[in-house]
């Protein structure tokens, strides 16, 4: 196969190691300068996408371009109907991702329950808010350049600890977009899968994410620190929730992996987000559970005809690796990058479990990377979370990396708690 890669910083760097690993030719475009030296040495970057649609098209159904974002949909839009076999997302996906509240409105349509949101574009409004309705809330800022608190749960219960955030942000922001939502408890967990424009593939998948920079979900909320996931027991959560959207992906000419995040209790379930785009660290960790590797799933998420793809059973946990001042860029240049990265009683069958994302090679080794210290992925798999969860922080030891940090927790919530409370609630099959 060609494979054509188009993002922002080689999100999907690791997936485009292994394409070439097995023989594939890729090559890849990076818009953002500072993301220019990820994967150097080891994947081939070309200044524009555009000069390298020919060599694409060349090879017919074995091109295949592979988008990462979330804010390309209108370009994927038009190379499909230029003829090209594009995967990552479409223009529709961009706006349920993107626009909460358009995302909401779609879910509502479905027949979902909803947790209540509104949307402000001025401190004051919300602040308002919150002494008009106090209870407890959760804070986003629609700004992807503000790196501090972009998102905050909150734990007063009458929303105090977010209306004095919103106050000490007053001073630095204008005019954005501000969003509270009621904070619900229960388990947050994520429903997975891939479209082919036509249909899901079968089975769809069931991740838990840890998105706290320490242990016990303790710090600030970082993209992703680790998570827990399985192709096994996901019908009835994907059947009620994720499989309502076909009709409108359909529509819409998705071609890609989407996920739908949300909190489930006793009460019900009660959806968040969408991520319309391949999952960081997310799609690392399925590759773990996906025997036939990724030109295979290419393939078929390219194949309106396909329906279905090979899956091992059990659990796979990741374990995101970094290095100071992960997860900020500022202070980076001194403190991570460059630092060396090694490992130690390598075995044969570890090479595919250690994901690599901002690193780079120099003179033969391997070395730390891009903007924010966020070096690899770490993956372990077993027929029992607890085996899968112990795999990888066996991995994790034989990576050696001055200053490597990790959490030490990942999938421990659903060891000791949450499966218990997934299957008592009839959403994971008894026994399992």
Not at 39 to 45: E, I, K, P, Y
Not at 342 to 371: I, K, Y
Not at 418 to 431: C, F, H, Q, S
Request: proline share 4%; charged share 25%; aromatic share 10%.
């Amino acid at each position: 196969m060609r494979i054509l890669g188009i993002g922002d910083y080689l999100d999907l760097g690791d997936l485009y190691l292994h394409l070439l690993r097995a023989g594939h030719e890729v090559r890849v475009y990076v818009a953002d300068p500072q993301a220019h030296d990820i994967m150097a040495g080891l994947v081939d970057r070309v200044p524009d996408w555009r000069d390298e649609l020919d060599w694409i098209r060349e090879v017919g159904e074995e091109g295949v371009i592979v988008c990462e974002t979330a804010h390309h949909g209108a370009l994927q839009d038009d190379l499909r109907r230029s003829g090209f076999q594009v995967i990552g997302g479409c223009g529709f996906g961009d706006r349920l991702e993107c626009d909460r509240e358009f995302g909401q409105r779609i879910m509502r349509e479905a027949g979902l329950d909803v947790v209540g949101t509104r949307v402000f574009t001025r401190i004051d409004e919300a602040l308002n808010h919150i002494r008009r309705m106090p209870r407890r809330y959760v804070l986003k800022f629609d700004d992807a350049n503000d790196v501090v608190c972009s998102t905050y749960v909150g734990r007063a219960a009458d929303g105090s600890d977010v209306a004095a955030l919103l106050a000490t942000r007053a001073a630095r922001r204008a005019t954005q977009r501000i969003l509270l939502t009621h904070h619900v408890e229960g388990v947050e967990v994520g429903v997975g899968g891939y479209f082919n424009g036509q249909h899901f593939l079968e089975p769809g998948c069931l991740d838990w994410e840890h998105k706290g920079l320490f242990p016990g979900g303790i710090g600030e909320l970082t993209g992703e620190m680790g998570t827990l996931v399985t192709y096994r027991g996901a019908e009835t959560l994907f059947d009620r929730t994720l499989a309502r959207f076909a009709p409108q992906l359909r529509e819409a000419g998705y071609v890609g992996y989407i996920n739908l995040n949300l909190i489930v209790n006793e009460d019900g379930l009660w959806p968040l987000e969408f991520t319309c785009r391949f999952g960081y660290p997310g799609f690392a960790i399925l590759a773990a559970l996906q025997p036939d590797g990724w030109a295979d799933i290419l393939r078929r998420v390219a194949d309106p005809g396909s329906r279905d793809f090979a899956t091992a059973s059990g659990y796979a946990v990741g374990v995101v690796v970094s290095v100071p001042p992960f997860p900020y860029p500022d202070g980076y240049e001194r403190l991570g990058k460059g630092l060396p990265i090694a490992f130690s009683s390598m075995q044969p069958e570890d090479e595919d479990h250690f994901h690599l994302a901002e690193v780079a090679q120099r003179a033969g080794d391997l070395v730390c990377a891009g903007q924010i210290g966020y070096a690899m992925v770490v993956t372990g798999t077993g027929a029992e979370a607890r085996t899968a969860q112990a795999a990888a922080y066996a991995r994790v030891q034989r990576v050696i990396i001055p200053q490597m940090r990790y959490r030490n927790d990942i999938g421990t919530a659903f060891i000791e708690r949450d499966e218990d409370r997934l299957r008592l609630w009839g959403l994971l099959p008894a026994g399992r």
